[in-house]
């Protein structure tokens, strides 16, 4: 069993809901990134979410972009966020963690010698944007053969035949993104979200981790009351952009910890 589906079968005999933060690697500085690791998980995150610097992330809004340029001022790579994952481990065996990022990457790099080297480090899955199902068999092949889980994206636009495409190719857990356009977008509809999830929950036996909108306690509570997991992005990333080096360990996991208490309130 996986770290990320032990992680879930552990929540759900005790009737919890997972709360998945999301950082961009090196943000605001590299030396902070694993200290902002560590600080989620004592704060109450169950799974980390952590993006992959990159000029180009089409499914993220201008929060997110920025801290993928802060980043990339100081030349992040993805071996640089291997390495830090492989820092994280040395004192965190049992938290998962999930990089969030796009293919560019991963193709400089070679699919083979990245699922490889993600395992090493104490990777646990892979969402990565912009490979759909259908173009990535051999991705996913990869990821598996070292027990990586690949972790895909439906939306609101997803239709049935789409969904079931996703889930054969999908382990760990299927990220729901809760509205249409970029993350850190509004307007999130809790009904409508709670229908799209129920219908996901009659074709896979998968937890299902809600994201894009997740904004503040309530909504974490809203999302909390019908999913598996509440995905929380631009958020945490607006508090680390407005939180001084010296404070931004502290003011994250405050916001963690106020977010926690709404989940754990359903």
Same mark, same amino acid.
């Given at each position: 069993?996986?770290?990320?589906?032990?992680?879930?079968?552990?929540?759900?005999s005790?009737n919890?809901k997972?709360?998945?933060?999301?950082?961009t %690697?090196g943000?605001p500085?590299p030396?902070?990134t694993?200290?902002?690791?560590?600080?989620?998980v004592?704060?109450?995150?169950?799974?980390?979410?952590?993006g +992959?610097?990159? =000029?180009d992330?089409?499914?993220?809004?201008?929060?997110?972009?920025r801290?993928?340029?802060?980043?990339?001022?100081?030349?992040v790579?993805?071996?640089?966020v291997?390495?830090?994952? %492989?820092e994280?481990?040395?004192?965190?065996?049992?938290?998962?963690?999930?990089?969030?990022?796009?293919?560019?990457?991963?193709?400089?790099?070679?699919?083979?010698?990245f699922?490889?080297?993600?395992?090493a480090?104490?990777?646990?899955?892979a969402?990565? +944007?912009?490979?759909?199902?259908?173009?990535?068999?051999?991705?996913?092949?990869?990821l598996?053969k070292h027990?990586?889980?690949?972790?895909?994206?439906?939306?609101?636009?997803?239709?049935? %035949?789409? /969904?079931?495409?996703?889930?054969?190719s999908? =382990?760990?857990?299927i990220?729901?993104?809760?509205?249409?356009?970029?993350?850190?977008?509004?307007?999130?509809?809790?009904?409508?979200?709670?229908s799209? +999830?129920?219908?996901i929950?009659?074709?896979t036996?998968?937890? /299902?981790?809600?994201?894009?909108?997740?904004r503040?306690?309530?909504?974490?509570?809203?999302?909390?009351?019908?999913?598996?997991?509440?995905?929380v992005?631009s958020?945490?990333?607006?508090?680390?952009? =407005? =939180?001084?080096? %010296?404070?931004?360990?502290?003011? +994250?996991?405050?916001?963690?910890?106020?977010?926690?208490?709404?989940?754990?309130?359903?």
């Open positions: 069993m996986s770290r990320i589906q032990s992680t879930f079968a552990t929540l759900k005790q919890k997972a709360l998945i933060p999301y950082i %690697a943000d500085y030396e902070l694993v200290p902002l690791m560590h600080g989620l004592e704060a109450g995150a169950d799974i980390l979410e952590l +992959v610097p990159f =000029s992330p089409m499914a993220d809004g201008p929060v997110i972009q801290a993928s340029e802060r980043a990339l001022a100081y030349h790579s993805l071996t640089d291997l390495n830090l994952v %492989a994280f481990r040395k004192t965190n065996q049992t938290t998962p963690v999930v990089l969030m990022g796009y293919a560019n990457p991963i193709e400089a790099m070679g699919a083979e010698r699922a490889k080297l993600a395992q480090a104490g990777v646990d899955g969402l990565t +944007v912009d490979y759909p199902p259908e173009e990535c068999q051999e991705f996913v092949a990869l598996k027990q990586l889980d690949p972790v895909f994206l439906l939306s609101p636009t997803s239709n049935t %035949a789409r /969904i079931e495409a996703i889930i054969k999908a =382990s760990g857990f990220y729901y993104v809760s509205l249409k356009g970029v993350t850190g977008a509004s307007h999130l509809d809790i009904a409508d979200v709670g799209k +999830v129920g219908h929950r009659t074709m036996d998968l937890p /299902i981790g809600v994201g894009f909108g997740v503040d306690a309530a909504t974490a509570k809203a999302v909390a009351a019908v999913a598996d997991a509440v995905v992005g958020r945490t990333v607006q508090e680390i952009e =407005s =939180s001084t080096p %010296a404070e931004v360990v502290t003011k +994250v996991k405050q916001l963690m910890q106020t977010l926690r208490a709404a989940i754990d309130s359903v």
